[in-house]
Every structure is written in C-alpha cells, then in structure tokens.
C-alpha cells in the first residue's frame, strides 16, 4: 500500500518537474523567437555590404532558428511526456482505490471471522464451566 503511495507520490513529483521544465523551455522558446525577430529587423535596417558580416550575421541567424526549432521539439516532448505521466497517475490512483476497496474487504472478513471466533471461545468457555 505504502508501495503504491511512494509511487504515486514520485509520479505526481515527476509530473510537477516536467511542468515546470515544460513551462521554462516555453519562455525560453518565446525568448529566443523574440531574439530571432529583432535579429532579423536588424538585419534588414544594415546596408553593410561586407560579406563577412553578412556571412556572421547569417550564421547567427541560422543558429537562433535552429535553437527555435530544437526548443519547439523539446516543449513537444515535454508535453507528450506530461501527458504520458498524467495518463500513468490516473491508471495508479485507479488501482489504489481498487486496492483500497479489497483492504476494506478483507478487512470486514477479518473483523466478522474475528468476531466468531470470540464466540466460540466464549461457547467453549461456557461448556468448560458446565463440566465443572
């Protein structure tokens, strides 16, 4: 029981973790594409035509789309993953309110065999003392 408890509790940290990254890499990522804009209108407003700064500037260009691209495909991930251990917790509370309903079962046969139990004692106490 306390199994399941730890595992649930671990996957709802877990949960919160990826949340969290999930909620970063976006800021990150709405960061970067501001970056990426302001790069680009500066471009636009230069009229340098040296090709060595226009070969800089295309680089970093280039470098800002593909840290864009690769931290849209990393918020994808992390949302996939977010849905995955929140499908995953859902299907463990499941099972431990099956788990708890077996415990309650289990425990009211305990409870009832117990209590026959003390009955008969009590019977056979009686008969003992009838004998004597």
Request: hydrophobic share 30%.
């Amino acid at each position: 029981m306390s199994k399941v408890r730890g595992e649930l509790s671990e996957k709802e940290r877990e949960l919160l973790m990826i949340r969290r990254v999930s909620g970063a890499k976006a800021s990150q990522l709405a960061q970067m594409e501001k970056m990426l804009q302001e790069t680009k209108s500066m471009m636009e407003k230069k009229t340098e035509t040296s090709t060595e700064k226009n070969l800089y500037d295309d680089t970093m260009v280039t470098e800002l789309e593909e840290k864009v691209q690769r931290s849209k495909r990393e918020r994808r991930n992390s949302l996939h993953r977010t849905q995955l251990l929140e499908s995953q917790m859902k299907t463990v509370r499941g099972e431990l309110v099956d788990t708890m309903g077996h415990l309650q079962a289990l425990r009211d046969v305990l409870r009832r065999s117990q209590q026959k139990a003390e009955e008969r004692q009590a019977a056979m106490e009686k008969l003992n003392a009838e004998l004597r």
